[in-house]
């Protein structure tokens, strides 16, 4: 409904509208393109997008997923997973993995992706992605909302503990290019992605405070 000049609603009541708004406002979000592997050593590949980092100093990342999917079980089990960053090159292929394949079957397969082991975790890194994050299991959570009710929803929080970067990536002085890596941005409604580009940059210092 409309409250003066805004559109107003309580998420517990619907919004009403055609599409969610929730993922479009906080967005574009970056995307956890998550590799694990299960107890038996079966490989898994998802995308979500309820994805980013979390800390510095030791660096933490984390992705939640809706629902106890097949990479929180792999990651509860053995402890470890590979975040994968998803480019504009590779965003057809990404989108393959988040197809609901039959139990066990291995989507780096399924979308013509090359798995490579990782060097201090058992799950594989994405050959074609140009940034790899072998991470360590931190913390699962379960989400809970306001009044204390369980939601079936799982925050995974992982320590990054190896990184592999593509060289052409970093410039001669050791700066990350964002843009040059083309990321993949989630955004609003069922299809909606943004990339990033240069063009669109813009710095800001941070200001000092006599």
Request: glycine content about 8%; aromatic content about 10%.
């Amino acid at each position: 409904m409309s409250t003066g000049e805004r559109y107003y609603y309580e998420p517990r009541n619907g919004h009403g509208l055609a599409h969610d708004p929730l993922n479009a406002i906080i967005g574009p979000r970056p995307i956890g393109w998550i590799a694990s592997r299960n107890a038996q050593g079966r490989r898994n590949l998802a995308p979500y997008s309820f994805f980013n980092c979390f800390n510095y100093h030791p660096p933490i990342i984390g992705f939640a997923s809706v629902g106890y999917k097949d990479s929180v079980a792999n990651i509860v089990d053995t402890g470890e997973f590979v975040w994968n960053l998803a480019t504009r090159p590779l965003a057809e292929q990404m989108n393959q993995t988040s197809a609901a394949l039959p139990h066990g079957r291995d989507e780096f397969e399924f979308a013509g992706l090359t798995p490579v082991p990782g060097v201090l975790v058992a799950a594989d890194r994405v050959a074609q992605s140009p940034v790899n994050f072998e991470c360590k299991l931190a913390q699962c959570i379960q989400l809970q909302a306001a009044n204390g009710d369980k939601i079936n929803t799982w925050l995974v929080l992982g320590e990054v503990v190896a990184v592999h970067i593509a060289p052409h990536l970093l410039d001669a002085q050791g700066v990350y290019q964002t843009a040059l890596a083309e990321p993949i941005l989630r955004a609003g409604g069922p299809s909606a992605y943004y990339g990033i580009s240069e063009a669109l940059r813009f710095d800001l210092t941070r200001p000092t405070v006599f």
